[in-house]
């Protein structure tokens, strides 16, 4: 593989995982280069949207294919909001409302224990029988309030149970060592490296 299409239009998600990837000797392009429509996902799951994106970013580009699908997932809220993250209060998709419909969720709630979830997956080519897939898990809580100017998504919100910062505060690198799609991305590049040697 010296090309890989990424299966997002999202700037941030094609920043972190262009990082990533850097020290392969792989090429990253981003779907937009191909004008590949926005696909679907129809899914309840993370693992089904993420395969569906990368095979349909492979049928129209031609090359493998890397998608992500990732969310948040609260312990209060069952788990949401889930696959629904990026459309949380609706569209058009708004990382600000999404962040204040979670904090209207959480009112009152003392557990705000919550995880981001990463699901990735490469397809070789649209009807790749074998696609391979990492996932990745980042612990924190939600916070009363944002906190921080980076990140996107629900970063401002989300502290880390580690450093004790939000995802919003975090320098980028620390982020992509320590983030759910950062884990996630690690396995996919091990899955890569086995798969080229």
Partial sequence: MKKIVIASSN???????GQLLEPLAIE?????DFEVPEAEEPYFTFIENALAKARHASLHSGLPALADDSG?????????PGVYSA???GEPK???RNNEKLLQALEGV?????????????VR???DPQPLIAQGIWQGEILQAPRGEGGFGYDPLFLDAKTGKTGAELPMDIKNRISHRGHALRDMLHLIEKLQS
């Fill in 125 to 127: 080519n649209p009807e």
């Fill in 72 to 80: 948040i997932c609260v312990d209060a809220l069952q788990g949401a």
């Fill in 28 to 32: 990253v392009l981003p779907q937009s």
């Fill in 110 to 122: 003392e557990d705000r224990h919550a995880h981001y979830y990463c699901v990735m997956v490469l």
């Fill in 87 to 89: 459309r949380f209060a």
């Fill in 11 to 17: 700037p941030g998600k094609l920043r972190e995982i």
């Fill in 94 to 96: 708004s990382d600000a």
